[in-house]
């Protein structure tokens, strides 16, 4: 075990050091303290031993776990204070990359192993579950061949890179070694996007690709980087707003490498990588558009269900609760809309260009942030900005929330996916997407477990798609109660979003399970799910290369106003709903049975 093996070796450095502290013969006197100074060292180090409780033999478990996983994780490591992986990008698809990490996740579930969790304290026990679900879950992450897909057109780093390479993103551009430090990690992309073909190469030889359909879509993702001069380039704008204490030899050494980098490895690599998709990849792509049909396929959608939702619920019992949401959430939607037809609701303001639509969003926040106190004690200190997603990845990316840094250095970032206002002219402002990516939904939650310095540092960084979707979910019923749904069209909004949440466990379970064509599925999300056909093909594509996420969202719901539901039953006039939001979030994100535990438990003591 790795913790075992450097804890022998030092105490064995230790003792030579004792023995090698003095060159020449000792006295006989010298030897009698020396054995003094040995037998106090040896009973102070059995006393410390004993004196461990088990509670911090845990937290040096957590704390061991923590830096021995930071080099593969090295963008997290950055932002969690261990600069020397400033530098690092891991090449997360090579063998010993795989290897590495399922031998770390494997010595740590045996160490832990070795502490008896019944004499631990509660929040070391929730720590310890929490802890063992999230080393399982690592060693079955590689069961299966999922790094021989690692390119798709909804994420990945052909696309996230260059976010990352502009400035917006974990990396900052603050300081020249934050510069130096870039260009080190545009080598790594290289080497990643080397084994991402070779990886890439062998799932074609073993029948594992990604649909063809899908794929098509990155192309234009690639061509948006292959520029003819570097100042094109969305690598090179990190060039144009140097910090104002560079000095001009700095801004020149700087401006002449960054070029060198773009055109010689940057440019290259997207060419290289656009030639590979483009002339060998989608000819031998598959036609079929859900796992079932590779190699494993069955049994890898059944690990990512489990992955999604923290459940083991089946896929058939998914598709089932799915079918019997939409045709609640359709009934309530038909009430409210003949509601809207009796009453003439004025129409949603209408914004024509992506600046005054993001002032509008703006807007929304300052009310929100004003009504959250009626439903939340603790409130988080770091800031969020809100951003429109860039054109060439609006066609494939959904608006979306990217965590701050432990630290809070750099804001949370809600990205704006404002296509339809491109498309159509003009765009709302949806009040239930605010606040599903934003405050009280993905950015209170996230910002509060991140800035929680109790937890350990595995549950500050930790994410599990049904609580923290799940809960965002929720969050989008709170606009009602923070007042945010006074026309009832902001309601209906918010009812048509949670509508397609439902229809996606239909469509995800039956493009994976049941053999569902694309087409198919596009059509019961512009059905059932009243989705435009623009943003339905958009969200099933995304469901095609990210199986079971998006049964996260209406699991994870259920699962909270299950037991929201539980503690107004149990507790009646005494429940307070900013007590019950304040526990269910204080502890951080975690799998849905150990959230039900500890809120079972805590309405418990509230009973007393």
Known sequence: MIRSAQNTYKKKHTMTSVFQSKPSLPSVRQLFRSFSWLVLIFAST?????????????????????????????????ENGARKYDSVLAN????????????????????????????????????????????????????????????????????????????????PFKTVQNYDDFLKRIDGFVVWIDSAIA??????????TQPRGVMVKVIPQLDAHIVDSAQKSIFYQPLTKFPDDFDELTRKRLTEQYTAAIEQKIVPTYRKLRAFIQDEYLPKCRTSHGLRDIPDGADMYLLAVKDATTTDM???????????????????????????????DAPLAQYQDVESLLNGYRDLRASVEKELPKLFGHLPKTDFEIRAIEPYREKSMSSSYIFPPIDGKRPGIFYLNAAALRGAGYSNVSRSLFIHETIPGHHLQIAL?????????????????????????????????????????????M????LYRAARLVVDVGLHDKGWSREKAIDYMRGAGKMSPDSAEREVERYMVWPAQALSYKIGQMKILEIRRKAEARLGSAFDVRAFHDELLRDGAMPLDILEAKMDSWIAAQQQ
């Open 46 to 78: 059995a006393f410390a031993q004993e004196s461990t409780t088990p509670a911090q033999a845990l937290e040096k478990v957590f704390a061991d776990y923590s830096r021995d996983t930071a080099p593969y994780f090295p963008f997290a490591a950055s």
């Open 92 to 171: 997360n698809l090579s063998d010993e990359y795989r290897a590495g990490l399922k031998r770390v996740c494997s010595a740590y579930l045996n160490e832990l192993g070795g502490i008896y969790r019944a004499e631990l304290p509660r929040q070391s026990q929730l720590s310890y579950d929490i802890f063992a679900y999230r080393l399982n879950t690592c060693i079955k992450s590689f069961a299966y061949n999922w790094h021989l897909m690692p390119i798709n057109q909804a994420s990945g780093w052909p696309s996230t890179f260059p976010a990352i390479g502009a400035g917006k993103g974990s990396h």
């Open 199 to 208: 990886n890439m190469r062998i799932g074609i030889a073993r029948g594992i």
């Open 314 to 344: 089946r896929p058939d019992q998914i598709y089932d609760i799915g079918i019997a949401e939409v045709a609640r959430i359709t009934a309530e939607m038909k009430k409210l809309e003949a509601e809207i037809d009796a009453e003439r």
């Open 449 to 493: 477990q991140r800035e929680n310095k109790e937890l350990p540092l595995f549950r500050r960084i930790g994410w599990y798609n049904a609580f923290g979707e799940g809960w965002a979910l929720y969050a989008e019923s709170l606009g009602a109660d923070l007042g945010m749904y006074r026309n009832r069209r902001d309601r209906m909004t």
């Open 495 to 498: 009812l048509s979003d949670e």
